[in-house]
């Protein structure tokens, strides 16, 4: 029997379009999932309620140990993805901004394809008889995306708690293949290069970074543009959105490892017509038809028409104009 190489399944991985690759073994995250339950019994996660115990066996229990989503797993192929875009949002009180990452293709889409491509040929490699058992974790899989990368040595955490990457800075998606089989494992683990800098601290207008590497999700623009189901947006997040109508960037724009970012390759990640631009008062007027078809197969989706609509009436409302 011939034994599948990490190598060969990380060349594979890069020939797929992954821009970087860690192998670890699949154990139990034991302290980043107590990290993990500390913060959802603060409740920093507001209104996701799936990040709470007993909802639908994702809580965090699961979500520290991926055996307890695939048994048979005896390995982690982490990647990450690098998405950004050069393009930049506009400082007019007519125009709102969405989150580079929703600006082209829902990325769970693309990363799915790419790992089930990747998971395909590793079971193509395999001798005949000897199967291979495989589940892609994309982000809403019950996986701790962050905590994997960094155990793999993609990046490290940073104190917005994005992984940062040294070549791409924190513009990467990231998703996991659980594999039954063992491989060669990578030890190497990035140091926290984010020294005394505070930079994404600071620029948070909402005060959500709380403290180094401790975000809470209820005071998070992110949060309230994208998950809260309110009918109006809280205190701090209404009166300091300084123009997102859905997602935030400004702890990733300021961070000086940003100065790093490339181009990516993904040509489902390029910017969609209008969505780097839109303007407010056609969101606020967007019929459910309009949506569905402006924003099929787009991160915009998980808002909903409803809270869009919401979110472009709340920059109208609180933006100031811009001084002639």
Known sequence: MVRLLAKDIKQRASALGFNKVGIVPAEALTEEGARLREWVARGFHGQMKYMEP???ARDPQQRSDPR???PSAKSVICVALNYFRPEKHLDDPEVGKISRYAWGDDYHDVLRDKLKALLAWIQQQQPKGEAVEGKICVD????MDKAWAVRA???????HSNVITKEFGSWVFLG????????DYDSFIEPDHCGKCTACIDA????????PYQVDGTRCISYGTIELREPELPEPIQSNLEGWVFG???CQDVCPWSRFSKETAEERFEPRPGIVEPKLQELAELSQEEFST???KNPVKRAKLAGLKRNAEAVRTSRKPLPE
């Not at 809403?140 to 996986?143: A, E, K, L, R």
């Not at 040595?153 to 104190?159: N, R, T």
């Not at 948070?204 to 403290?211: D, K, Q, S, V, Y």
């Open 248 to 250: 935030c960037d400004i």
């Open 176 to 183: 996991e293949l659980l594999l039954s089989i063992e491989l």
């Open 140 to 143: 809403s899989s019950p996986m």
């Open 68 to 70: 307890l989503l695939m």
């Open 54 to 56: 007993g909802y639908m």
């Open 294 to 296: 402006r924003f099929r």
């Open 153 to 159: 040595g993609i990046g490290w955490l940073g104190k």
């Open 204 to 211: 948070c207008p909402t005060g959500a970074i709380i403290a």
